[in-house]
């Protein structure tokens, strides 16, 4: 008799290429070395937290006897957080945000899934321009939901228009938008995004319903260029912004972000209550409470930025020595550049062959390319660049899978 859903089963049977490119790594690793195999395969950022992060683990330790230390807080997070991060937000996303609107999530991922579950009824549709986290489908189905991908303008990867103007339909309750881009690390303009909402309120009104807009930020610090980043909240009346500290303070496995609802929205209140109740309800029931006091302590600290910024400069000498086109990433930790043959995953068993784990640009909705992390150290960058160009020049004769 079968245990698992029909749904799952099928999960299952179209793994993540993440998660194969994972798998294939631990085998390489079992049988080469750690030091012998190059994974550009997981956005797991390699650096340690900044030195604040550990002082406020110190001071939690030492208050750790006290009574309800570690225990539940009010489920949106601790009030005090609350309204620190709100101010922070505010100077980031141009507005006046109160504590009221943010509520702590385990992580960006946690908050997503909240946020969906508060907005999506069955059969409700969420745009998101291709290539696109690959997760989004699945966070979408949890709330009984369903993504539909809108194509983008090559070879920048903008947003086009005229595309999300023909995928709006009655069903469309949601867009979302990730900028800084995983995989691309693409930052759409404020043009762009002044175009798309005008787009989004023609759409409101024509069919008769609220469309949210989404901005999934957690790599919103990874800004190489220091270019604007626009905020949705100026665009679109209904929007939300989710983050997390994963990146900024390389705390991904404490699990820690947000959800902030636009201050204009004029029934944001009731969308607050509602992410409560789901962030409950889902079983997270409130973000990590260590997390979230380490939080208190570091909230205006990051990461060198620098480090990941000679990192892409890194990555890019590999990609022009193998002969790799490529769009140089304005923000996040990634390349998505295009591969010599029309099947990326050519190149990506030829990578193999070389010990070098990337993944196939068809987990994020776009055959052609592949997705190469920069979250490692520059010596592995370096060392991989010799196979890298042997692979690619394999791929070019149309030996891709050969020796």
Known sequence: MQSVSNQIQSYLANASGIRKMFEAGLELRKQYGDDQVYDFSLGNPDLPPPPAVKAALEKI????????ALGYMPNAGYPELREKLAARLSREQGVSLPGSRVILTCGAAGGLNALFRSILSAGDEVLTPTPYFVEYDFYAANAGGVLRRVP?????????????????SERTRAVILNSPNNPTGRIYRPEELAALAELVR???RKFGRAIFVVSDEPYRFLNFDGVEIP?????FEHSAVIGSYSKSLSLAGERLGYVAVNPALEDGGELINALILCNRILGFVNAPAIAQQILLECLDCQVDLEIYRRRRDAMAAMLDAAGIEYQLPAGAFYFFPKTPTADERELVEALLQERILAVPGRSFGTPGYIRLAFCVEESVIAAAAPGFRRAAERCRRGGGTGA
């Open 61 to 68: 330790a030492a208050r750790a006897d006290r009574p309800f």
């Open 152 to 168: 983008t303008r090559q070879p920048g990867f903008e947003l086009d228009l005229a595309a999300f103007e023909a995928a709006f």
């Open 202 to 204: 023609k759409a409101e």
């Open 231 to 235: 905020s949705v909240f100026r665009y």
